[in-house]
């Protein structure tokens, strides 16, 4: 309301991950406030359940050919922009993951000169961190984002019941991690904090999301004697139904840009116990929606768990003051008209 409708292209990551779901939601927001939305990607986004009629989808197709050895994803992706920014008339590219989408729009920009065509581009953490930290791709990733005409950095509860009696069936208490279960997030760390946990009182681990790390925690499960308490659940599309079930969030990232699984748990009142680093300070105060622990400190995190665990009344002042974190700070409300801003600041500047 009071803002010009816009025609704005998203591009991200259409799998699990942070930062699809950002891209999705944020799309789905917009259009709800008005706004005309098109996802341009490979196949549509995760949380994408089914386009309205302000939101639109567009596939990139790539061709091989016996001469790559990969398929140019980057470049087809640019053709795709460019045709969509001309055909459907956008007023801006919305590029979520530095590389490639950043460098694609680059290239869909070149494309349609003199038309202008503004690009941001949103930063989440391990785009910077990984990919770019890698020396193959940091002067690309430098430059696309060097090239960007704005930048910017992401720093309902289900009903219990059926569900928890299936993994908790004596009562025992539900841990919960969430993650794509790579090196940084620690997931063999997430089996060693539940160990000492479950020594101090019954307790279950959800451990869902997979990736390259998850054999190695299964076979630590193993190892403690555990794995009839650990449940691998894999990808999961709707986690706030495991997260409303869970009385604790572990998340002993060694980095975390921003922390969206802690905020999907605190939106849950699940209370957290997370590490210190990254954007997680700026979503948890200490004390209050859960505890901060230093990263890779595996027996501070399970003692801060058992302190939440082991005091029904503190686990729920915890969990009420989380979700309240969750639905006022970083509310919808809050968040979006700060994305149309920074839109309309875009749009206003001088080519």
Known sequence: PGQMSMKIGITCYPTYGGSGIVATELG?????????IHFISYAPPMRLVKPGPRIHFHEVEVTTYPLFDHAPYTLALATKMAEV????????????YAIPHSVSAFLAK?????????????????????????????????????????????????GRGDLRKRFAPSGEKVLIHLSNFRPVKRPTDVIEIFARVQRGLPAVLLMVGDGPERSSAAWLAGHHGIESKVYFLGKQENVEEFFSI??????????????LVALE?????????????????????????????????????????????????LRRQMGQRARETATTRF????????????????LSAPT
Not at 28 to 36: I, N, S, V
Not at 140 to 151: A, C, L, P, R
Not at 331 to 345: H, N, V
């Open 246 to 259: 869970s009385d604790v969030l572990l998340l002993p990232s060694d980095n975390e840009s921003f922390g």
């Open 265 to 313: 748990a605190m939106a849950c009142e699940v209370p957290v116990v997370v590490s210190r680093v990254g954007g997680l300070p700026e979503v948890v105060a200490e004390g209050v929606e859960g505890f901060l622990v230093e990263p890779r400190n595996i027996d501070a995190m399970a003692r801060r768990a058992l302190e939440i665990l082991g005091d029904d009344r």
């Open 28 to 36: 789905k927001e917009l259009a709800e406030r008005g706004h005309e």
């Open 110 to 158: 070149s494309m349609l000169n003199p038309r202008k065509l503004p690009v941001v581009t949103t930063l989440h953490g391990t785009d910077i961190t990984l990919v770019g930290s890698d020396r193959s791709y940091l002067p690309i990733t430098k430059f696309s984002i060097e090239q960007s005409d704005g930048v910017t950095a992401v720093s309902q509860p289900a």
């Open 331 to 346: 509310s919808a409300t809050e968040i979006i008209p700060q994305y149309e801003r920074f839109y309309q600041k875009i």
């Open 85 to 96: 920014a001309q055909s459907q008339d956008l007023d801006l590219l919305h590029c979520h």
